[in-house]
T-cell receptor, first 111, second 117 residues
Framework: DAKTTQPNSMESNEEEPVHLPCNHSTISGTDYIHWYRQLPSQGPEYVIHGLTSNVNNRMASLAIAEDRKSSTLILHRATLRDAAVYYCILSLIQGAQKLVFGQGTRLTINP | GAVVSQHPSWVICKSGTSVKIECRSLDFQATTMFWYRQFPKQSLMLMATSNEGSKATYEQGVEKDKFLINHASLTLSTLTVTSAHPEDSSFYIC?????????????FGQGTRLTVV
């Protein structure tokens, strides 16, 4: 199974952009890159996902390297509510498309 | 957006008893649901894949006789922790994806905190 590597923690200031990196050097050609985040004592929440092209939605942007071996989740203007653990996950296309979580990055936002 | 609901949100039970946790997809049908367990300060660990109308698929190291999964309808999966012990105390989370889409987002329940005393 292709795995992802993320920094354990990151810190940023409110209203500043945040770039959360993820390495996935063993990604296969059919793996999608998903990002989820988890606030304390809650289930994970979908953020964004993509395959090859960069993606934007109301929550964030996803920049995918040309060789797809890494990606970056971009929060354009962080708020205190963005403080969470962010997980970069490669979807395993094995019929059920299960998501296997790594350790994630704990993002702290300073006021 | 689509909602997955878990019940109960928290439960305290005595050691040796069984506890059932429900996971419902409220506005879509899900032929497959997933069950995770999360210990404090740790990531989610996938326990099993719940398949509607057939047996669940368990991850390596997860005891299928201890964690009984039933997926009797397209909107409901249940996880029963049998003969619970204090080491089973954890945060249990389910997820589901709409069955008619491929590589879309997964929707997670709010989680169930189980405390075994």
């Amino acid at each position: 199974d292709a795995k992802t590597t993320q920094p354990n923690s990151m810190e940023s200031n409110e209203e500043e952009p945040v770039h959360l990196p993820c390495n996935h050097s063993t990604i296969s050609g059919t793996d999608y890159i998903h990002w989820y985040r988890q606030l304390p004592s809650q289930g994970p929440e979908y953020v964004i996902h993509g395959l090859t092209s960069n993606v934007n939605n109301r929550m964030a942007s996803l920049a995918i390297a040309e060789d797809r071996k890494s990606s970056t989740l971009i929060l354009h203007r962080a708020t205190l509510r963005d403080a969470a653990v962010y997980y970069c996950i490669l979807s395993l296309i094995q019929g059920a498309q299960k998501l296997v979580f790594g350790q994630g990055t704990r993002l702290t936002i300073n006021p | 957006g689509a909602v997955v609901s878990q019940h109960p949100s928290w439960v305290i039970c005595k050691s040796g008893t069984s506890v059932k946790i429900e996971c419902r997809s409220l506005d879509f049908q899900a032929t497959t649901m997933f069950w995770y367990r999360q210990f404090p300060k740790q990531s989610l660990m996938l326990m099993a894949t719940s398949n509607e109308g057939s047996k669940a698929t368990y991850e390596q190291g997860v005891e299928k006789d201890k964690f009984l999964i039933n997926h009797a309808s397209l909107t409901l999966s249940t996880l029963t922790v049998t003969s619970a012990h204090p080491e089973d105390s954890s945060f249990y989370i389910c997820s589901a994806m709409p069955g008619d889409r491929v590589n879309t987002e997964a929707f997670f329940g709010q989680g169930t905190r189980l405390t075994v005393v």
